[in-house]
């Protein structure tokens, strides 16, 4: 049915036949985007003012940088703006710009890396070279040192020193304060040793000898290095934020923004916001479904394998119930809106994923935890020593030196290494097997999961429809079956017709051309080929023509749809000559793939909208441990979270928009690269590498990944532990303390870098 949509009878826009929207909580939510938060404290920050204003309760996600306020009227969104801006951070309405503004912030992170690497390199080694080695230093270097290193000290760090200043009036310290106190110190030093000539003090003990004077008067390389290393752990953790936020646009674009509305007989087009509840909209050929509805007109074939993931069309005629976001193929229609807005399906996956990742932990949040008792005690340890020094008559060179040692040698630099070394070193070797991880959440949840969860379609099936056989009727001829029904199946765009067009050509059988060809919605089609009336389609095709199914052909329909196939029935002149079954395929790695998930130890789970049948058959086919059928977009989630509530620590593998609240949901969500551009947002790993035993590699590395961040974590605690005492009680000068400092930091990047070499296959 194709043309001008068919004319709808004249309505109100509240039909008193459509259900009412429901009034839930959704009408009194108001989200922002929040700008300026350096770590999940201050999330918790914004949430605990968020949470004083009267009668609302409010989440703030560090990862997606959005807050959720529920409770408060959308006109009253200026009030909690002012609150998050009262505490010191920048806020605004989602949706206002705020996509380009924050790949602005991560842009001038980058851009501030790159000038503090630039610069730092050179600086380090002449300032080392310098200190140490005063036969090569010329009139006012350490004029030419300071100048240079000026934007490094206030530019390049300028982020830590803005979080630091906005946490002291506030009461609170970060290792923000930590980084910014440490760097500044280091340059103010450097500065009163050149102003005051101080540069010609005798040196310090090295262990072999006394060092040349002024040796320890300038820390500059300490604290051009300390901005270097920060920068560049604060930028790849931005983009790791960048990522996990993008699943809410990815969603939001599939929702169309006009709608072709037909009010009191008169078609026009509108925004998709102007729409309401009991409205009919028009919806041709090729168009998406502009909200969730009730079919009142025309019947036709809709495209919903980017909600459900299944391939095959579902038939929909006056009555039935249709799906926002999916895609109309072959009729015109006329659909009565029953929700719309925050109440569809799709915005309800939307606000579920973004839920279900406000849940998630980072690795970095345990970071976050240490630092915010261990910055305070730095703090207290410096001015003790300071003043200890002081005390014992040590002088203000010593004392200064003592203190200074201490903020340098503690500087968390090893600690804000720990991660994103190790995650770009696992990401770059995943990226070498086919493996994209996308974050820490996902090194956090590989190390627990016990169960993982495979979506079927698409997943352990190529998602495409395929002819598994050719069933002759009694007497009959499997290539006079195929070749009747690919001569009137030649011209349709159907994936059954496809199918079975692609099958013919395989084993080569030729289709005679077919004429008088006329499709039947949700029967089949039917067409004339040498003079013979040839019918392809199910039984009530037949039926209607008359046609007489013979037992033992019904006995084959039956065991099909028992499988989960779906057979496809051919008659020739009233007389049946056989069926023609199809089935998604099942992708070759699919049997080896679960085996090695066995291997591992976890358990698996298919979940699928298909019958029970069809989950059992796949199931059979794999290995598949354990089935869950007939279930609906919207409750792929719930199953997660019953999985979860049974103590099971779940990974969920899928490849379709309907598995994206799932993914989110799962401790760990993988998704295939063939899939949608939303559930590879949702994800927490992307598999890119078509074989599926990249399952299993991809848990694998993240695993190794996950024991590397572990490691790094414990040795750079444990040596500022060990390090502390040692500065304190002035055994540390600051440049050995900076070089010391340096030294751990290339611990770390080391031991990540093994990495690169890391084989999961083993």
């Known amino acids: 049915m194709t043309g001008t949509p068919p004319a709808a009878p004249a309505s109100t826009h509240a039909d008193p036949a459509a259900p009412a929207a429901p009034t839930s909580g959704l009408d009194q939510r108001v989200e922002l985007d929040v700008a300026g938060m350096t770590c999940a404290a201050c999330a918790a920050r914004i949430e605990k003012r968020l949470g004083k204003m009267p009668g609302v309760t409010a989440t703030v996600n560090y990862a997606t940088e959005r807050a959720v306020v529920l409770g408060l009227a959308p006109e ?44 730092t390199v050179p600086l380090g080694d002449v300032a080392i070279v310098l200190a140490l080695a005063p036969q090569m230093r010329f009139p006012g270097w350490e004029w030419v040192l300071l100048v240079a290193s000026l934007p490094v000290v206030f530019w390049c760090a300028w982020p830590f020193h803005k979080a630091a200043w906005r946490n002291l009036r506030h009461g609170a310290t970060s290792m923000d304060t930590l980084v910014s106190l440490g760097i500044l110190a280091a340059f103010t030093w450097s500065l009163v040793a050149v102003v005051t000539g101080s540069a010609d003090a005798s040196g310090y003990w090295l262990g072999y000898g006394i060092a040349p004077a002024g040796a320890d008067s300038l820390y500059l390389e300490v604290a051009a290095a300390v901005t270097t290393f920060l920068l560049g752990g604060r930028y790849m953790e931005a983009r790791s934020k960048r990522s996990a936020r993008s699943v809410l646009s990815a969603l939001g674009r599939l929702a169309p923004t006009t709608v072709r509305v037909v009010r009191d007989g008169v078609e026009s087009v509108i925004g998709i916001g102007e729409l309401v509840v009991g409205d009919r909209f028009a919806v041709l050929p090729g168009e998406r479904i502009a909200t969730d509805g009730t079919v009142v007109l025309g019947s036709s074939a809709l495209d919903t394998s980017m909600m459900t993931g299944e391939p095959v069309p579902r038939e929909v005629t006056e009555g039935d119930v249709v799906l926002g976001g999916t895609i109309n193929t072959t009729g015109a229609l006329i659909v009565r809106a029953d929700r719309v807005g925050a109440h569809t399906q799709l915005a309800q996956m939307a606000a579920t994923a973004e839920q279900a990742q406000a849940r998630k932990s980072r690795v970095q949040t345990h970071v976050d935890r240490i630092v915010a008792w261990f910055v305070p005690a730095v703090l207290v340890i410096a001015l003790v020593t300071l003043v200890a020094w002081f005390a014992v008559g040590g002088g203000p060179r010593a004392a200064f030196s003592a203190a200074l040692s201490v903020l340098i040698i503690a500087c968390p630099c090893a600690l ?3 991660t994103p070394t190790a995650l770009m070193a696992g990401v770059g070797r995943g990226g070498q097997l086919g493996i994209l991880i996308k974050g820490p959440d996902a090194l956090e949840a590989s190390g627990v999961i016990d169960t993982v969860v495979l979506d079927k379609t698409g997943t352990l099936t190529s998602g495409e429809m395929g002819v598994r056989e050719v069933v002759p009727a009694a007497g009959g001829d499997a290539a006079a079956v195929l070749a009747a029904a690919a001569a009137v199946e030649a011209r349709s765009e159907h994936p059954i017709a496809r199918a079975i067009g692609r099958h013919a050509e395989q084993v080569g059988v030729d289709a005679a051309p077919a004429d008088g060809v ?6 089949g089609a039917s067409g004339t080929v040498a003079g013979q009336r040839v019918l392809v389609g199910n039984a009530s095709l037949l039926a209607e023509h008359d046609v007489a199914v013979p037992e033992a052909v019904t006995a084959v329909v039956a065991a099909a749809e028992e499988e989960g196939c779906t057979p496809v029935l051919v008659a020739v002149d009233a007389v049946v000559l056989g069926t023609v079954v199809l089935t998604d395929r099942l992708r070759e790695s699919a049997a080896e793939a679960i085996a090695r998930l066995k291997a591992l130890g976890l358990r698996t789970v298919l979940l699928t909208g298909d019958n029970a049948s069809a989950g059992e058959a796949v199931a059979h086919a794999v290995g598949v441990d354990e089935v869950i059928a007939g279930v609906l977009p919207t409750e792929k989630t719930a199953v997660i979270e019953r999985l979860q509530a049974e103590g099971r620590v779940v990974a969920m593998v899928g490849d379709g928009i309907n598995d994206a609240a799932a993914l989110a949901s799962a401790n760990l969500g993988l998704a295939v690269v063939s899939g949608t551009d939303v559930a590879m947002k949702s994800a927490d790993i992307i598999l890119v590498r078509r074989h599926l035993g990249v399952i299993g590699d991809a848990i694998v590395l993240a695993r190794r990944t996950l024991r590397t961040i572990r490691g790094n974590l414990v040795w750079a605690f444990a040596y500022n532990v060990a390090a502390i005492p040692l500065a304190a009680l002035g055994l540390l000068n600051p440049l050995i303390a900076g070089f010391a400092m340096s030294l751990s930091s290339v611990f770390v990047v080391s031991n990540s870098t093994r990495l690169r070499r890391a084989d999961p296959s083993r």
């Not at 703006?81 to 991560?106: I, K």
């Not at 006329?518 to 029967?523: E, I, M, S, T, Y």
């Open 76 to 119: 009253r969104a200026a009030e909690a703006v002012a609150v998050v801006e009262a505490a010191g951070y920048g806020a605004s309405p989602v949706g206002e710009g705020e996509s380009t503004g924050y790949t602005d912030r991560v842009r001038l992170l980058r851009n501030r890396l790159i000038v503090a690497a630039f610069l």
């Open 416 to 418: 804000g290494l720990a």
């Open 518 to 523: 006329r499709a039947v919605p949700g029967r």
